[in-house]
Each structure stands twice: as structure tokens, then as C-alpha cells.
């Protein structure tokens, strides 16, 4: 019988599906493609190592696809599905409770964070935020106050007996920052540093992740992976807006994440209504928005001066703005919680 060399796989392909279905079903089914295995079945036309291409081909995307549909990811709902709930000093994240992630953009002195510290301490607040290890789009802007800005927030956390909440940057920072941090912030621009994350996810301290500028959902969810994939099973999801071509707002608040990323997983999800804006005059509606669409809590920055701040002056609440914002934002979750 003659053999002939196949010219179009797609041809061959066809031909061996409807032809010889049984043979490739078998095939299949079996890991190793022998040349004994496929020379006892085949009677041509075409030739054994033709076969054997489209079948490895057939076998590998069979194979591609039984993992991808098979594969259950640490932070799905498949592998969990209950919510996961992390316990931050007294605070419990993921529970229902709205929660508050508040402080400046970065730690400048004592006495900043001491006051924004005091009026959160008047409404309850206990997350506190402020960054001493600042990612800074210029080398010539202010860096941070590093450990220094760690012992304050550290400091003034105590006195108010609140959990700090603090970006850390590198691997190498992590030993000399431990024990000043209560939830570890891995930064949107840190996002896809799979060394930091994996380094956190090593540690028993909750992480906050924030999603990477230009991240998809899938891209966000997989960096959270990679910190579960190390045995850390703490950690919350933080949308914080996108880049895309709108310029009126810093970012672009992406809503449609929140209830994808609760559905999706089981861990927590907060929004930084902050830097999803970059301007102060949308926060109000922006934490509505991300309450009804289903976050566990928002992220705001507070600063006593903004106009002096030494980051993101434009996007940061001054402390009555902070305290008309907390009003106005507990009416609207009292109203809406109750009535829903
Ligand atoms: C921050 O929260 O201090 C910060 C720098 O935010 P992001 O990483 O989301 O830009
Ligand atoms: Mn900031």
C-alpha cells in the first residue's frame, strides 16, 4: 500500500477524526504514542510518523485543556468557598463589617500622623495606612522616610492601639520592617514582583495586594497565587484603579472588579478610592460604589495639611473633609445595608 506524506495537517487532521476516530481515541487515551502501537492499526494512507505529529498534536491540547479546566487555584471559590476572614488586631477582614484602611500617603513626622491617627480614633477606624518605603514615579521626589516613618506609625498605632498598614518594596527590607507592620502592603507597581510576593508569602503576616497599574483580573488573581502558593493564606485584594486613556481621573476606577474578584475567590476585597481618582472630590460616591458593589473596605488618604503633603497632595482629605466623608458615608451604608 502506499504511503503518502501529508502536504496540509488540517487535511490529515480531518481525515483521522472522521476516519480513523478510533484509532486517535485510543491513542489518546494512552500517554506514549508507540510506532508498534500505530503500525499493528494503521493500514495508510498516511504514513506512521504522520500520524504520530497530528496525534502528539492532538494529545498535547488535550492535555493543555484538562489542566486549565481541571486546575483548582488556592484562591478560588472551588477551593474554597466560604470567605476567607483575616483577623487584624481587633478588626475582622471579610466579615461584612465594612472596613477602613486610612492614614497619609506618606509618613512625614509624629505629629501628621499623630493627627490623622486622633480622628480616626474618633470614628472607630483602626487600619491605619501611611507609606515610609514610597515608590515614586521621580528619583528626585520624596522617598520615604523608611525605618524611621516605620517607628512612627509603629508609635503612634500604639497609642491608639491600631494596626499599621504599610508598603514594603523589597525582599531585602522585610527582616529590618517586621516587627513595625501589621499588614504588609505589596504596591500596584510590585504587583507582578514575583520575588516579593513569593518572600510574603512566606511570612504569617496578612498582605495587602494592590492591583499592578495595567493588571488584569486574571493577572491580579494569579499574583495573589503566588503568595497563597508559599502557605501565606492571608491576604486581601486591593482594586486601585486602572491606567486607561481617561485623563480626568488618575486611574480608572475599575468597579466590575470588586464583584468579579468576590466572586471569584474568597479572600477579601478592598478599594483605594484614593488613587483610583487622584482628586477628592469623587470619594464619597467612588466608597459607595465599591460597598454596593460588594468590598470588604475602601483605602482613603488623610493628611491635616494636604496642601503641604509631601506625595499626592491633590487626592487627600483634610481631617474635616475626612469626618464629613465618614458622616455621610456611614448614613448611606446604615440606609443601604438596612434596607437590602
Ligand atoms: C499607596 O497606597 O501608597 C500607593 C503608592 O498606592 P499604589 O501602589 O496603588 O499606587
Ligand atoms: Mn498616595
Known amino acids: 500500500m502506499s504511503m503518502r506524506k501529508a502536504e496540509n495537517i488540517d487535511e490529515v487532521l480531518?481525515?483521522?477524526l472522521c476516519a480513523k476516530g478510533q484509532l486517535v481515541a485510543e491513542s489518546l487515551r494512552n500517554s506514549k504514542i508507540s510506532d508498534v502501537d500505530i503500525n499493528s492499526k494503521n493500514k495508510g494512507p498516511y504514513t506512521t510518523e504522520t500520524i504520530k505529529q497530528v496525534l502528539q498534536a492532538l494529545s498535547d491540547e488535550e492535555f493543555?485543556?484538562?489542566?486549565?479546566?481541571?486546575?483548582?487555584?488556592?484562591?478560588?471559590?472551588?477551593?474554597?468557598?466560604?470567605?476567607?476572614?483575616?483577623?487584624?488586631?481587633?478588626?475582622?477582614?471579610?466579615k461584612q463589617q465594612p472596613q477602613f484602611i486610612i492614614g497619609p500617603c506618606s509618613v512625614e513626622s509624629h505629629e501628621q500622623v499623630y493627627r490623622v491617627a486622633e480622628e480616626m480614633s474618633k470614628r472607630g477606624v483602626s487600619l491605619l495606612r501611611g507609606g515610609a518605603f514610597k515608590p515614586r514615579t521621580s528619583p528626585y521626589d520624596f522617598q520615604g522616610l523608611g525605618i524611621e516613618g516605620l517607628q512612627i506609625l509603629a508609635e503612634v498605632a500604639r497609642t491608639y492601639n491600631m494596626s499599621v498598614v504599610t508598603e514594603i518594596m523589597?525582599?531585602?527590607s522585610i527582616a529590618e520592617a517586621y516587627d513595625y507592620v501589621d499588614v504588609i502592603q505589596i504596591g500596584s507597581r510590585n504587583m507582578h514582583n514575583f520575588d516579593l510576593l513569593k518572600t510574603v508569602g512566606k511570612l504569617d503576616k496578612p498582605v495587602l495586594l494592590k492591583r499592578g497599574l495595567s493588571a488584569t483580573i486574571h493577572e491580579f488573581k494569579m499574583a495573589a497565587e503566588y503568595i497563597l502558593n508559599e502557605g501565606n493564606k492571608n491576604v486581601i485584594l486591593c482594586e486601585r484603579g486602572i491606567r486607561t486613556y481617561e485623563t480626568a481621573t488618575r486611574n480608572t476606577f475599575d468597579i466590575s472588579a470588586?464583584?468579579?474578584?468576590?466572586q471569584e475567590t474568597h479572600l477579601p476585597v478592598f478599594a483605594d478610592i484614593s488613587h483610583a481618582a487622584g482628586r477628592k472630590d469623587i470619594l464619597l460616591p467612588q466608597a459607595k460604589a465599591a460597598f454596593a458593589a460588594g468590598a470588604d473596605g475602601i483605602m482613603a488618604e488623610v493628611h491635616p495639611n494636604p496642601a503641604v503633603a509631601l506625595s499626592d497632595a491633590k487626592q487627600q482629605m483634610d481631617l474635616l473633609e475626612f469626618a464629613q466623608f465618614m458622616d455621610q458615608l456611614h448614613h448611606f451604608l446604615n440606609r443601604f445595608f438596612v434596607s437590602t
Open 14 to 16: 480531518l481525515d483521522l
Open 64 to 94: 493543555k485543556n484538562t489542566e486549565k479546566m481541571t486546575k483548582v487555584y488556592l484562591h478560588s471559590r472551588a477551593f474554597q468557598e466560604e470567605n476567607s476572614v483575616i483577623h487584624v488586631g481587633n478588626e475582622l477582614i471579610g
Open 258 to 262: 470588586i464583584p468579579i474578584l468576590k
Open 170 to 172: 523589597s525582599p531585602e
